[in-house]
């Protein structure tokens, strides 16, 4: 325990294992959705388009969502939205195993889901500091991102062989009654949850204004928030981009593109890991930048290759890097924010994390489809390391250390 010191906690301790086995469920049916409306429509653009319905939500209502989050116990918002995703897994496997799923059933189920997303996301990493305190809390961060990763290795995996022999919808089953994992993990805590005083004078929008104002006043945040905008708006789009890379700048097959996409896994799983183990020493600034500086730098060598397996070694450090910089990131900005109003920062950190999605899909696609997915990511690392320049400058006028 002495390398993962947030195991010693036993409400992260629950947390963590029920995490474990509801994110397999996860990438199941994220691999499982996709294959059932390229089967439903065999249209591209249809796929894209629930991608976009489930991050619209988080776009549009996050900044009022944190306000909540702020005012209610934080674990009773997990269970809740944990359960509504719960939910939302059983209808569609029940849809999909009884033959009668159409394209507009999972577009409505989508959006549902962004709504749920909305509430769990800043919920859920508000309420790790609860589970661990502050000095614990990298360690906690990297390792709940080693679980994701490990899920995104073998989620996928599972579920290409579940479709084979036993159809779609089985994926989604088993998601469902993933989600229980977590639920009962949540149930045998021990938190204790503050009374929170609601002022009746407050409304939400000024409540909303409070946290927004609050991240322009503490410089850490700033940067780190404006940072994660701009890199994940430019230079996090391997969703959209690896596919394009692998179909049609280096001219290969499926069982290729899963390769690369596994080559990413492994490499932000080692990343987590190590990231846990050096946790000790806290999260840095110096850190942050080294995260997204090597992001930057190896995906624009990646946009230059035309050999597979050199591919592959440079998608790995990609996402070695991804994650020291997004763990980093999150970190960061929980430690440096007050209680009352983490929530609310947290929602903000949801919104430039995954919000911006639909802005990173349309500048990925545009650029990749008039000069190509490698360019593409060449430009994102250009992009990337101008950003972090300008910041670094930011940064030290507003008097951070680096």
Known sequence: MSLFPALSHRNFKLFWFGQCISLIGTWMQNVGQAWLILQLTNSPFLLGLITTLQTLPVMLFSLFIGVYVDRFPKRKLVILAQTGLMILAFILSYLTLTG???????????????????????????????????????????????????????????????????????????????????????LLMDVKEEKRTIDE?????????????????????????????????????????????????????????????????????????????????GPHMRLLFLGAVGLSIFQGILGMTQNFYFAMILIALTGYFMITFTATCNTLIQINSEDHLRGRVMSVYTLVFVGVAPLGSMYSGT??????????????????LVTCTIMYVIGRKRGISM
């Open 367 to 384: 650029i990749s489809e008039h000069f190509g997915a490698g360019m593409t990511f060449v430009i994102s690392g250009i992009i990337g």
């Open 201 to 281: 004078s407050s409304s939400v929008i000024k409540d909303m204004l409070e946290g927004v104002r609050y991240i322009f006043q503490t410089p850490r945040i700033y940067v780190a928030i404006l940072l994660m905008f701009y890199i994940s708006t430019f230079a996090m789009n391997f969703n959209i981009l690896v596919p394009v890379f692998t179909k049609i700048d280096l001219g290969l097959e499926a069982s290729q593109y899963g390769f690369l996409m596994s080559a990413m896994g492994v490499g932000a799983l080692i990343g987590a890991l190590s990231l846990a183990v050096r946790s000790k020493s």
């Open 100 to 186: 009668t799923v159409k394209y507009w059933h999972v577009a409505v189920l989508a959006t549902i889901l962004g709504f749920m997303n909305t509430i769990d996301n800043p919920s859920r990493q508000s309420l790790m500091i609860e589970l661990v305190g502050k000095e614990d809390l990298l360690n906690a961060i990297a390792l709940n991102s080693s679980a994701f990763n490990l899920a995104r290795i073998l989620g996928p995996a599972v579920a290409g062989i579940l479709i084979g022999y036993l159809g779609i919808g089985i994926c989604f089953l088993l998601n469902g009654l993933s989600y229980l994992a977590v639920i009962v993990s949540l």
